[in-house]
């Protein structure tokens, strides 16, 4: 969809220098879609995104491909972006909700990424990194991310302790790493599992973009049922360059 950058209006005219104005606010701006924006080939792009969703990494590519590994990287970087942006976009989730989180703490914790996820009882999930191990960061994405009135599924983390404020809260207490009684967190846990096998292929994510690889996983997720090639390619046509580029790169 061509927004305006300025005040989100769709309706527009052509200018003869190729420029777009919007006929809301007179604002006059440029809009190239994701797809146009990458110079190569268009069956050299159509094959990058057979191997991308058939979930190839562009380094299993390099004796087999005559596009430079560069040109690879960044044509995967953007795929997954558009995968972010629509996962960033998501209504937040009602009803009951897992919640928990992932990340090393103590001895072998520097330098990795701490994660947190929500799981939609029988739906959609979603998963971000956390600046801290803390209840704060992860109020904060909660707060964000689902609304008041719902039912958090959670363990006994005592972070969670205030969530009873926003809606009722749920408890997990577990003997032998086993779940005491009938509720459970085995949504948001089988969610980690999956992320682990998506991402293990690759040896190692770097920082900067760990944003993008996790929210293809989430893109992946909440799409398995379906074809994801004609869902990513609408992305890539319909999806400004301008629009994703502070996606691109996640600070701190």
């Known amino acids: 969809?061509?927004?305006?950058?300025?005040?989100?209006?769709?309706?527009?005219?052509?200018?003869?220098?190729?420029?777009?104005?919007?006929?809301?606010?007179?604002?006059?701006?440029?809009?190239t879609s994701v797809w146009d924006s990458v110079h190569l080939p268009t069956a050299t792009k159509h094959r990058l995104l057979d191997?991308?969703?058939?979930?190839?990494?562009?380094?299993?590519?390099?004796?087999?491909?005559?596009?430079?590994?560069?040109?690879?990287?960044?044509?995967?970087?953007?795929?997954r972006a558009c995968c972010a942006q629509v996962e960033?976009?998501?209504?937040?989730?009602?009803?009951?909700?897992?919640?928990?989180?992932?990340?090393?703490?103590?001895?072998?914790?520097a330098g990795k990424v701490i994660v947190f996820g929500l799981v939609k009882r029988n739906g959609r999930v979603k998963a971000m990194p956390i600046p801290a191990h803390d209840r704060i960061s992860i109020m904060r994405e909660i707060d964000a991310h689902t609304r008041e009135g719902a039912l958090y599924c959670t363990d006994e983390w005592q972070a969670y302790a205030t969530l009873k404020?926003?809606?009722?809260?749920?408890?997990?207490?577990?003997?032998?790493?086993?779940?005491?009684?009938?509720?459970?967190?085995?949504?948001?846990e089988g969610f980690w599992s999956y992320a682990k096998n998506r991402l293990y292929p690759y040896r190692g994510v770097p920082r900067q973009y760990f944003h993008l690889?996790?929210?293809?996983?989430?893109?992946?997720?909440?799409?398995?049922?379906?074809?994801?090639?004609?869902?990513?390619?609408?992305?890539?046509?319909?999806?400004?360059?301008?629009?994703?580029?502070?996606t691109l790169v996640r600070k701190g």
């Open 1 to 31: 969809m061509k927004r305006c950058p300025s005040c989100e209006g769709t309706r527009h005219c052509r200018l003869s220098d190729g420029r777009l104005k919007c006929r809301a606010c007179g604002h006059r701006f440029t809009w």
């Open 51 to 79: 191997l991308f969703v058939l979930g190839v990494p562009s380094y299993r590519q390099r004796f087999g491909s005559t596009t430079s590994a560069a040109s690879r990287e960044r044509f995967y970087r953007l795929l």
């Open 88 to 109: 960033h976009l998501r209504e937040p989730f009602e009803g009951a909700i897992e919640c928990d989180r992932k990340g090393k703490r103590g001895w072998g914790a």
């Open 165 to 188: 404020l926003r809606g009722e809260h749920v408890m997990i207490r577990k003997e032998k790493g086993r779940p005491v009684g009938r509720d459970h967190i085995n949504g948001i």
């Open 213 to 246: 690889y996790l929210a293809e996983v989430c893109y992946r997720h909440n799409h398995r049922g379906e074809n994801l090639k004609p869902l990513i390619f609408s992305l890539l046509k319909q999806t400004s360059i301008q629009e994703l580029r502070p």
